[in-house]
């Protein structure tokens, strides 16, 4: 596991700054529990701050200070991006692996769901819903939502891994052996998918918080509690731009475009490094 | 390769079975969207009664109840669920969707009809073009892993990748209406113009004005197909026939145009048929950023102004074109791949 680590970081460019953006965001979620201030309490500071040593990111029109904003705007976004991630993974895994595994009408029709979640049109819906239950809204539900909308594309996935696995050999002799098909399924079969679960777990997790930044751009989230895409709305609504104070509009979309190539990058090299064909290419053995 | 060697007769079986398979998909997508807005606590009828209150019209309750019985029965909700759902589906077969509250009486399928055009010129063209781009910068990329250029195509892409499109579009609007002042900011045309398809300084101002969004779109697209074809061909050239034509001397060129790139089209292909159902999501943010009167603003505004009609109508032709588009990459799929022809 260490030797893996410092392997990587020797050798990838990728997984150094997706270590450094991990480390970053980690830091920016601890430091939220130690804020000065509360998550919006108005005219804390000075108003319209440029970014100084006192306020590194600047301060917005409501006397806010961006820094510490940005610490609970980043912890509020991570904690419902692996929420959605997780919750979707579990109905992903049962329909990709079972429906791969089992075949036939079962498969059928399972993907017959899929394919109508697939091809559901899910930011009108989001809107829907979040425009309908505004009140009632919070956090928790929107990310089941998400999940219940954001499965498909990946069951899919999963699933065209599993047919290829059911064709080898071992898969065969689990079944003469008399394994029951929830072990052949977690035991055997799993371990190989889990790259793939991996990846998309990380794609999942980045698309389900940019979902929740354009709901929040569109001020249909609870614009009481920062998360990245509040505190886009809030500058986009003082007209930040328009009336110059740049780094209210600059820090949360400097640190969201950091923070998410950091853990895209991050995914990517721990892919490859899975991978053995690209593990044996970067020793620079033939592949 | 033949019109005969395409359409055989296992490919009519083939041909049916994926029909089959779409018009159910259809139905399970619009009994979806027929449930959500009947879950929803909110009834648009007694919204808008609650709005003609709340306006201070002092109205009898005689004609409230006329009114609700009246509206009722415009907007189909009359009745049993089950009762609502065949009544839904047999205004539907007439293509009747009711009229749009916020333009009453205008029918909502006129309106949805002259905000496609933008919508599909728009997503359409673009998600072809970074689809054909991508792949052969994709394909030139993972053929020749350890040039120069590569890396940096590759790293522009994966930086590109996990940015949330919203923010994409906001960096690029910055940059290149305030920062640097190229482009104007809102709307697919001057204000003050009509739309007269055939008027050149018309086409012109629709083209700078659509330059912005179509770049977002392209650069988000290309950068996604180029990783994804790269991931493919890097996997492919290690395989023995590639090396086997290597040695024999075939030309480059050859190799990856007719033996790799063919090998690593058909997941792309399939791809590009499920990333059009993301058309209409994404249509929503990029008209929303830049001001296009498509089907995604529109949507929003249903949305927002709860108009029942047109967001079903909106949720339905998004259904309806996104299956259909599926089918037809599906259809074209054995002129791609000998495999499923023959079987």
Request: charged share 10%.
């Amino acid at each position: 596991m260490i030797n893996a680590f410092t392997g990587l970081w020797k050798t990838s460019g990728y997984f150094r700054f997706g270590i450094v953006a991990v480390v970053f965001a980690v830091v920016m979620v601890v430091l939220s529990f130690f804020s000065p201030y509360k998550p919006m309490e108005s005219y804390a500071v000075a108003a319209d701050a440029p970014p100084s040593l006192e306020n590194w990111f600047g301060t917005t029109s409501r006397g806010q200070d961006l820094f510490w904003q940005m610490t609970f705007a980043l912890r509020n976004s991570l904690a419902f991006g692996i929420i959605t991630a997780l919750l979707s993974r579990i109905i992903a895994i049962f329909v990709g692996m079972y429906s791969g595994y089992k075949g036939g009408w079962f498969d059928k029709v399972l993907m017959s769901v899929n394919d109508s979640f697939v091809i559901m049109p899910v930011l009108p819906i989001l809107l829907l819903l979040n425009f309908l239950l505004r009140d009632q809204m919070n956090w928790f539900y929107m990310s089941l939502m998400m999940a219940l909308l954001g499965w498909a594309w990946d069951a899919r996935l999963i699933r065209s891994q599993v047919l290829s696995l059911k064709e080898r050999v071992f898969s065969e002799t689990a079944v003469f052996c008399g394994m029951p098909t929830r072990k052949i399924i977690f035991r055997e079969h799993m371990p190989y998918v889990l790259p793939v679960l991996f990846s998309t777990t990380i794609n999942n997790l980045l698309w389900s918080i940019g979902m929740e930044v354009t709901l929040s751009i569109l001020g249909l989230t609870n614009l009481n509690n920062p998360t990245i895409g509040v505190v886009i709305f809030w500058a986009n609504q003082h007209q930040a731009m328009i009336s110059g104070s740049w780094w209210w509009v600059a820090a949360p979309v400097i640190v969201t475009v950091f923070v998410f190539t950091g853990f895209y990058l991050l995914s990517v090299s721990i892919n490859e490094f899975i991978d053995p064909r690209t593990r044996l290419r970067m020793k620079g053995g033939a592949a | 390769m033949t019109f005969k060697h395409v359409f055989n007769k296992n490919f009519g079986k083939y041909l049916l079975g994926r029909v089959g398979q779409t018009i159910m998909v259809i139905i399970i997508g619009i009994t979806i969207t027929f449930i959500i807005p009947r879950l929803a606590p909110t009834n648009p009828v007694e919204l808008k009664i609650q709005q003609m209150m709340v306006s201070g019209a002092n109205i009898h309750p005689e004609a409230i109840k006329a009114f609700r019985e009246a509206m009722n029965d415009i907007y189909g909700l009359k009745g049993t669920l089950f009762e609502q759902y065949v009544n839904f589906w047999s205004r539907l077969s007439r293509g009747d969707l009711g009229p749009s509250i916020f333009s009453f009486p205008r029918p909502a399928t006129d309106i949805i009809m002259k905000a496609m055009p933008w919508t599909i010129g728009l997503l359409l063209s673009t998600s072809v073009i970074s689809w054909i781009f991508g792949n052969l910068l994709g394909g030139l990329a993972g053929y020749q892993s350890n040039r120069r250029w590569t890396k940096w195509a590759e790293l522009a892409a994966n930086s590109i990748r996990p940015i949330p499109y919203y923010i994409f579009a906001f960096i690029l609007l910055i940059l290149f209406c305030f920062v640097w002042p190229l482009f104007p900011t809102m709307g697919a045309y001057d204000p003050g113009m009509d739309e007269e398809w055939m008027n050149p300084v018309f086409l012109l101002s629709v083209l700078h004005h659509t330059f912005l969004p179509a770049l977002s779109l392209v650069l988000t697209g290309l950068g996604a197909w180029l990783l994804g074809m790269r991931a493919l061909v890097s996997n492919i050239i290690s395989e023995d026939y590639v090396q086997y034509a290597e040695v024999a001397g075939v030309k480059k060129k050859t190799i990856l145009y007719q033996y790799v790139m063919r090998n690593a089209m058909l997941p792309q292909i399939t791809g590009l048929g499920m990333s059009l159902g993301g058309i209409f999501s994404g249509a929503l943010i990029t008209e929303y950023v830049y001001g296009i009167p498509g089907m995604g603003q529109l949507s929003y505004r249903a949305i927002v102004g709860f108009d029942y009609s047109l967001i079903m109508g909106v949720s339905i032709f998004s259904i309806v074109g996104v299956s259909v588009a599926v089918l037809i990459v599906d259809l074209l799929y054995p002129i791609f791949d000998p495999r499923v022809r023959l079987n």
